[in-house]
């Protein structure tokens, strides 16, 4: 399985910038990649996810490198609400489970 | 609100003992997932079902069951439970898109004393 790699953690002022990196350079050619976060005693919540080219929703920005690689996903103004665990997943086809690996801390200061 | 409904919320039984939990998925999807994260593990899948079958296992104990009824809310069985069990079990469901993306509910608080 493709496997993504993450830091542990990562800090951020309010209304600041956010850019969250994961590494997947196994990726294969049909790997979606989802961005999940989880607040604390919360189940985990679907942020965003792209294929190839770069999303935008509502809740975040997500950067997909030109060879698929590596992604960002980017909150534009981080909030105090936005410190959760950030999780980047590829999903390898439809219907299969998610497995989540170990995320990004975000902690965000006022 | 996912639209993934759990219950109970929060549940304290003792060592050996067996409970229920159940979701009910949002509607329409075919697809549900339960996942379970304790403080010293990360989110574990267990096991997934499709419209009424086992699709796929992952990390879970032979003492653990699960299964998903014609009107497609499923229910996790945990039996002879032990102190290493207390944890939040997540249920998930999904409409089976390319994306394959999959939506949580709040999860069930299991303590075992």
């Known amino acids: 399985d493709a496997k993504t790699t993450q830091p542990n953690s990562m800090e951020s002022n309010e209304e600041e910038p956010v850019h969250l990196p994961c590494n997947h350079s196994?990726?294969?050619?049909?790997?979606?990649i989802h961005w999940y976060r989880q607040l604390p005693s919360q189940g985990p919540e679907y942020v965003i996810h792209g294929l190839t080219s770069n999303v935008n929703n509502r809740m975040a920005s997500l950067a997909i490198a030109e060879d698929r690689k590596s992604s960002t996903l980017i909150l534009h103004r981080a909030t105090l609400r936005d410190a959760a665990v950030y999780y980047c997943?590829?999903?390898?086809?439809?219907?299969?489970?998610?497995?989540f690996g170990k995320g990004t801390t975000l902690s965000v200061s006022s | 609100d996912s639209g993934v409904t759990q219950t109970p919320k929060h549940l304290i039984t003792a060592t050996g003992q067996r409970v229920t939990l159940r979701c009910s998925p949002r509607s329409g999807d075919l697809s549900v997932y339960w996942y379970q994260q304790s403080l010293d593990q990360g989110l574990q899948f267990l096991i997934q079902?499709?419209?009424?079958?086992?699709?796929a296992k992952g990390n879970i104990l032979e003492r653990f069951s699960a299964q998903q009824f014609p009107d497609l809310h499923s229910e996790l069985n945990l039996s002879s439970l032990e102190l290493g069990d207390s944890a939040l079990y997540f249920c998930?469901?999904?409409?089976?898109?390319?994306?394959?993306?999959?939506?949580f509910g709040e999860g069930s608080w299991l303590t075992v004393v």
């Open positions: 998930a469901s999904s409409a089976r898109d390319r994306a394959n993306t999959i939506y």
């Open positions: 997943i590829l999903a390898h086809q439809a219907g299969t489970a998610l497995i």
């Open positions: 196994t990726i294969s050619g049909t790997d979606y």
């Open positions: 079902y499709y419209n009424g079958e086992e699709r």
